[in-house]
Nanobody, 129 residues
Framework: QVRLQESGGGLVQAGDSLRLSCAASGRFVDSYAMGWFRRAPGKDHEFVAAISYNGITSYYGDSMRGRFTISRDNARNTVYLQLNSLKPEDTAVYYC??????????????????????WGQGTQVIVSS
């Protein structure tokens, strides 16, 4: 059983930055790829970023690349998502997730929402214009 708890969301202005954290508990968490998705009101889950089990490889959605950075600290069982140059369209609930079936992905591969096995409750990010 893996449990995830996100934090760090809030209300910010366009152009501001936030750092989201995801604290994970459970066995072998440091063996799994982890990711972030977001869900805006009335929309489906959107892939934001993922990171390999060892933190060496990262993957990003097209609109996030260059603005968002995913990282992980396996000693703390924590994954981070640095959000820079935030835009109003980044407003969403951001969810952390674990993929128990993968430690890493093929280059260029974007994992789907249904590939992740455990999810946190989410943290709200609101970006005002």
């Amino acid at each position: 059983q893996v449990r995830l708890q996100e934090s760090g969301g809030g209300l910010v202005q366009a152009g501001d930055s936030l750092r989201l954290s995801c604290a994970a508990s459970g066995r072998f968490v440091d063996s799994y790829a982890m990711g972030w998705f977001r869900r805006a009101p009335g929309k489906d889950h959107e892939f934001v970023a993922a990171i390999s089990y060892n933190g060496i490889t990262s993957y990003y959605g097209d609109s996030m690349r260059g603005r968002f950075t995913i990282s992980r600290d396996n000693a703390r069982n924590t994954v981070y998502l640095q959000l820079n140059s935030l835009k109003p369209e980044d407003t969403a609930v951001y969810y952390c997730a674990v993929d128990q079936n993968a430690g890493d992905y093929m280059q260029g591969y974007i994992p789907g929402h249904d590939e992740f096995d455990y999810w946190g409750q989410g943290t709200q990010v609101i970006v005002s214009s």
